[in-house]
């Protein structure tokens, strides 16, 4: 049983900065990837940024340059740097780990349960 615990959204106006973190604890013990989703009002979920254990960081183009995805192995935790933020980043934001069980098992997918980020002056 894994289970991924998703904090830092809130409201900021626009230019201004967040931090998310995603905190990952169970029984997983080989994380491959960590990443984050968005969903906004009225749209599918995308993809925002993906780091692999060997720290491979990759980003949606409308991102680049302001957001930056870092992990911290010994804490399972994830984060995700978002500055000079804009109207259109308002979403919900999704914790997203890809990883193997004991013994090598899976590998198996977990999100976490989402959190609102909103954009607006």
């Known amino acids: 049983q894994v289970q991924l615990v998703e904090s830092g959204g809130g409201l900021v106006q626009p230019g201004g900065s967040l931090r998310l973190s995603c905190a990952a604890s169970?029984?997983?013990?080989?994380?491959?990837?960590m990443g984050w989703y968005r969903q906004p009002p009225g749209k599918q979920r995308a993809l925002v940024a993906t780091?692999?254990?060997?720290?491979?960081?990759n980003y949606a183009d409308s991102v680049k340059g302001r957001f930056t995805i870092s992990t911290d192995s010994a804490k399972n935790t994830a984060y995700l740097q978002m500055n000079s933020l804009k109207p259109e980043d308002t979403a919900v934001y999704y914790c997203?780990?890809?990883?193997?069980?004991?013994?090598?098992?899976?590998?198996?997918?977990?999100w976490g349960q989402g959190t609102q980020v909103t954009v607006s002056s």
């Open positions: 997203n780990v890809i990883g193997f069980g004991k013994y090598g098992v899976g590998p198996y997918t977990y």
């Open positions: 169970g029984s997983i013990s080989s994380i491959r990837v």
């Open positions: 780091i692999t254990s060997g720290s491979t960081a």
